[in-house]
């Protein structure tokens, strides 16, 4: 009795959500085919994948794999770069773009901060595969950044030969692509704080350091926090694109980390199911990093951020 | 009128030095590929130091990109993609996003939680390549457009836009006997055209840089993408054939001006929408 109920509600849910479900129906199969398949299909991870068995025709492995991957010798090295890599990103990355904020903030003249603003958006608007054919170049031994340390009479320096030298490189030609991106949101913040507060703190005499000490940043405070919680949780996940774009042998010691590593065994090497074992890995991570932070965010600010 | 301390002067004249600094480190890249554009290789490479004009001049770089086929099959493909793929995206982004919205649809939270569950976990790399080459996808331009055709977050930001239009307008909607298709299509896209104007934006820059998917996806020289032609003359530490380094150092910066000023010239056009996006993108949903 009750089953035919719940038979019966669903198929009248249905009925009267026919266009709905219709609208639904892309996106649903997208993410199905393109999402839900591949997360089933990930268990090649567990399995000795062969094209011609198929998925699910292939012999379980167990975790012959994940073995594989945290006995080897780039285990350490790999988790090391990632965390590094992107750690350092945050460190310096994240602050760059509040404090370009805090001092166009400072300029009086509108015509001078608009200016600087249009032109430091610019780097951010130059595809990746480009700024990174740029960054070679200025960093190259004949290219421009070693023109200009010779000519303070300086030794050249092979930056992306050299494994000490991707890391700085990286992380600050990344500050050059998004600094003045990133501050349009600090602007923005900026801009909601109160007139009133400033006009209060210049009755009691306060200096502009003061003002921008006790009312623009703690005004801006709960912007930076989400930011900065939604950076940390995707520590795992940095992009490969531009690691791809700039690393090379000579420097795989600091620039190879495990998106880049799963794409030269798997897409390369065609070596399916250990490439999968070390990216199911990193997602699970991943997933975990994202739940710690989304729990720290409801603590913080009392609301998830998923 | 409000007197300022010898620190706070100081303060300034530092600030604008600063900035104005920050603005040339940005700007000056640019300006060097624009003049290197036009240089004689050789004097280039002999040269050193900052270029404010053309070493020697020479349109050698234009002429032989002119010639090169495989810059104009990457820019129709390039094209094709950013046009068909921007389409398509916004179309089903925009039509998911809307029964997600209405309150009435039953199993929103539960497709809701769905969606956003594969911003947290993927299956990763491989077997999403696989997936694609079971689709029968391997090697066709489709694999650079329906792989990611929806883009969770700017899902979640039409979803937000849509469930801003007030209920009112729906309801009355519905009393003079429009379905759910009838309004979506009639009255809460067209209130929210500013949102779905950001999300062209959204989906069509990413469609224009992409080159990752078009490098493991595809094969045939003739469907490569800009960017992927852009990585074979810029790149060099594949495989890339430097028959000849001069020509190859003329070659580069032509390539950049000619792929990289489209962009820049609706780049002061479209700003405007870009830094909206931000904000839009900024109230999560």
């Known amino acids: 009795m009750r089953k035919k109920n719940i038979g019966r509600r669903i198929l009248r849910d249905f009925v009267f959500n026919k266009y709905n479900y219709l609208l639904l129906a892309p996106a649903l199969i997208y993410y199905i085919v393109f999402h839900y398949v591949p997360m089933y299909g990930a268990q090649i991870a567990f399995r000795d994948y062969y094209v011609t068995k198929g998925i699910l025709g292939s012999d379980w492995a167990g975790l012959k794999y994940f073995e594989q991957f945290f006995t080897s010798y780039y285990f350490e090295r790999l988790i090391t770069n990632t965390v590094l890599l992107s750690g350092l990103n945050i460190l310096w990355g994240f602050p760059a773009p509040i404090l370009l904020a805090l001092l166009l903030n400072e300029v009086r003249s509108q015509l001078f901060k608009k200016s600087v603003q249009t032109i430091t958006y610019l780097p951010h608007f130059i595809s990746l595969v480009v700024a990174c054919g740029i960054i070679i170049d200025f960093t190259k031994q004949n290219g421009l950044i070693n023109d200009i340390i010779a000519f303070f009479g300086g030794e050249r320096i092979l930056f992306l030969q050299s494994p000490e030298w991707f890391r700085p490189v990286y992380i600050i030609s990344g500050i050059w692509q998004e600094i003045g991106w990133g501050s349009i949101i600090y602007l923005s913040a900026i801009a909601g704080i109160s007139q009133e507060l400033y006009e209060a703190a210049k009755i009691d005499g306060a200096s502009r350091w003061k003002e921008t000490l006790h009312i623009t940043i703690p005004g801006i405070m709960e912007t930076i926090i989400i930011l900065l919680i939604l950076r940390v949780g995707k520590l795992m996940s940095l992009g490969y694109e531009k690691v791809l774009l700039l690393y090379n042998e000579t420097t795989y010691k600091t620039a190879d980390i495990i998106s880049t590593y799963v794409y030269r065994r798997g897409i390369q090497n065609a070596e399916y199911s250990f490439a999968s074992a070390v990216d199911l890995f990193n997602s699970v991570i991943n997933m975990a990093l994202l739940l710690i932070v989304n729990a720290i965010s409801k603590r913080v600010q009392g609301s998830s951020l998923f | ?285």
């Open chain 2, 1 to 285: 009128m409000i007197k300022r301390t010898k620190g706070e002067k100081a303060f300034n004249v530092f600030n604008l030095i600063f900035l104005s600094l920050l603005s040339l480190c940005a700007l000056y890249p640019m300006y060097y590929v624009l003049m290197a554009s036009f240089s004689e290789s050789g004097k280039l490479m002999s040269q050193s130091g900052l270029l404010l004009y053309p070493a020697g001049f020479s349109l050698q770089g234009y002429k032989v990109i002119s010639d090169n086929a495989n810059i104009w099959t990457g820019y129709g493909n390039t094209l094709f993609i950013v046009v068909i793929g921007t389409l398509i995206s916004l179309a089903v982004t925009s039509m998911a996003a809307y029964p997600l919205s209405r309150k009435s649809f039953t199993l929103r939270n539960f497709f809701m939680l769905m969606i956003t569950f594969t911003m947290m976990f993927s299956g990763g790399l491989i077997p999403r390549f696989l997936v694609v080459k079971d689709a029968g996808l391997y090697d066709s331009i489709w694999s650079l457009i329906l792989p990611v055709a929806v883009n969770t977050t700017n899902l979640i930001i039409m979803r937000t836009a849509f469930a801003a239009v007030p209920d009112s307008l729906e309801e009355s909607a519905k009393i003079d006997g429009a379905n759910d298709l009838v309004t979506y299509a009639r009255i809460v896209l067209p209130l929210t055209k500013a949102t779905l104007a950001v999300l062209a934006l959204y989906y069509g820059v990413s469609y224009w840089n992409s080159w990752f998917t078009a490098s493991i996806y595809l094969r045939s020289r003739d469907k490569f993408p800009l960017q992927l032609i852009l990585r074979e003359i810029l790149i060099a530490n594949d495989n890339v054939n430097t028959d000849n380094e001069l020509m190859a150092e003329s070659i580069k910066y032509a390539a950049i001006i000619v792929s990289t000023v489209p962009i820049l010239c609706a780049y002061p056009f479209l700003q405007r929408y870009f830094v909206k996006g931000v904000m839009i993108g900024a109230v999560k949903g």
